[in-house]
């Protein structure tokens, strides 16, 4: 039975670039830029959720917007719920998955990582993924990052500018680089 380079590196495999799958990842991604041309060109919302469903296989709800441009790298691995905010120059690299519950609302230049290096430099080319899930009702603020392997929990906030390196715990407030809980919501 074959695997693929995407089901292998969700599967938790560090791949090196030398891999003689390695040019899918290069093939899906130009694929997918292609598209996003498309999507980024259009100021009809219903148009962005058409092409938007065209780069994941999968439509956006009707209840919840991406304003453009938005960018993916690989789009397949990118599950969006119903009710979703996402703002203006919102990046999401998703080979790991990312996975956004219901009622999440997304700032501006959000950035949404799953992919990563080793750091030991003669490993450095190889590439790793981890899944990020925000849950419902979370709000990401503005120019945030999310790393690989994180989980934001249900009516958690964000704060702008924050990089979020690990797990955030329901009803709380992160803020910082890393992001540090500064506050619960009751």
């Not at 690989?74 to 979703?84: H, W």
């Not at 990582?113 to 899930?133: D, G, M, W």
């Not at 709000?139 to 994180?150: D, M, N, Q, S």
């Amino acid at each position: 039975m074959s695997t693929t380079i995407f089901e292998r590196l969700q599967a938790g495999e560090a791949v090196p670039y030398t891999d003689p799958q390695y040019l899918d990842i290069s093939e899906f991604a130009t694929r997918t830029t292609q598209l996003l041309v498309g999507l980024n060109a259009t100021p009809d919302v219903e148009e962005v959720r058409k092409q938007w469903g065209e780069i994941t296989g999968q439509p956006l709800d009707s209840s919840s917007t991406i304003q453009i441009p938005v960018y993916v790298n690989i789009g397949q691995f990118t599950r969006i719920g119903k009710n979703v905010y996402i703002n203006h120059l919102c990046s999401m690299l998703d080979m790991g998955t990312i996975t956004i519950e219901d009622d999440v609302l997304i700032g501006p230049k959000v950035n949404i990582l799953t992919e990563e290096h080793p750091v030991n430099p003669a490993e450095r080319k190889a590439l790793s993924v981890k899944p990020v899930v925000i849950k419902r009702n979370a709000w990401i603020g503005a120019a945030a990052t999310i790393l690989p392997g994180v989980t934001v929990g249900e009516n958690s906030i964000v704060a702008a500018g924050a990089v979020v390196n690990r797990d955030v715990p329901d009803n709380t407030v992160v803020a910082g680089v890393p992001a540090k809980v500064i506050k619960r919501i009751d």
